[in-house]
């Protein structure tokens, strides 16, 4: 690397630029406005990624699925050692109804459950679909670090690491926090699902409730 290029590489990190990118989405009678605002002070290598999430977390979700038109607000119980997943959460659909729900993936033993908070019906099925890894995939590419919100301010920001990748789920974008490398937002991008947006909220370490992985009683 010549010391030109090293020179246009650190004025490339000093130079903090914004990016504003507007993705809006019709779907019939739905419509999803989708803002990404990320401040980004860009660092033009190829980094092999070192952020692997946590293990164990839970955190408040939000999800934008415009194939699905539904938007979900979900509280999120994630547990990648034994391959669990509990959300309770909030469905809102197209249409403008509202539903409730409080569903379980066990993807090691391929079973789910998903129980109607309203009507309380509970449905047992077959899971097919491989574990959501949520994490950095180990062949991504690191495009860059930036501040959500501003670093001009103290504690107004938050530094966050962007890494791209394709995958066999599809192409996938994400945010993650430079300091312990919690998830900020996934999104992926297919021919089957089309556009499948996660944002995550209040983020902690561990499960706080060791049952919280046992099938609800409607569901035994």
């Known amino acids: ?18 990016s504003l990118r507007e993705l809006y989405f019709c779907a019939g009678n739905m419509k999803v406005l989708v803002i990404l605002a990320v401040v980004v002070g ?3 290598a190829q980094v092999q990624p070192t952020c692997q999430g946590p293990k164990e977390f839970e955190s408040v979700l939000v999800e934008i699925n415009p194939n699905r038109k539904t938007e979900r607000l979900a509280r999120l119980s994630y547990d990648t050692q034994f391959q ?5 959460e909030e ?7 509202e539903e409730f729900y409080d569903e379980l993936f066990l993807h ?10 309203k009507t309380k019906k509970c449905d047992k099925f077959s899971l097919k679909e491989p574990f959501p890894f949520i994490g950095v995939p180990s062949d991504a590419h690191f495009d860059g670090e930036g501040y959500i919100g501003t670093s001009g301010v103290v ?32 999104t992926y991008i297919s021919r089957r699902t089309g556009i499948v947006h996660w944002s995550f909220f ?10 919280v992985f046992i099938p609800p009683p409607e569901c035994q």
Do not use: H
């Open 1 to 18: 690397v010549t010391d030109k290029s090293k020179a246009w590489v650190e004025k490339r990190k000093t130079a903090i630029f914004a």
């Open 155 to 186: 504690g107004a920001g938050v530094l966050v690491d962007l890494y791209t990748a394709d995958t066999q789920r599809g192409r996938y974008a994400g945010t993650w926090t430079q300091i312990d490398c919690f998830p900020v937002s996934d």
């Open 91 to 97: 469905v809102r659909e197209g249409t403008g109804q």
């Open 42 to 44: 860009a660092a033009f």
């Open 202 to 211: 209040d983020v902690t370490l561990g499960i706080s409730d060791p049952n």
């Open 84 to 88: 669990r997943i509990r959300i309770k």
């Open 108 to 117: 090691e033993q391929q079973i789910g459950y998903r129980l109607n908070l």
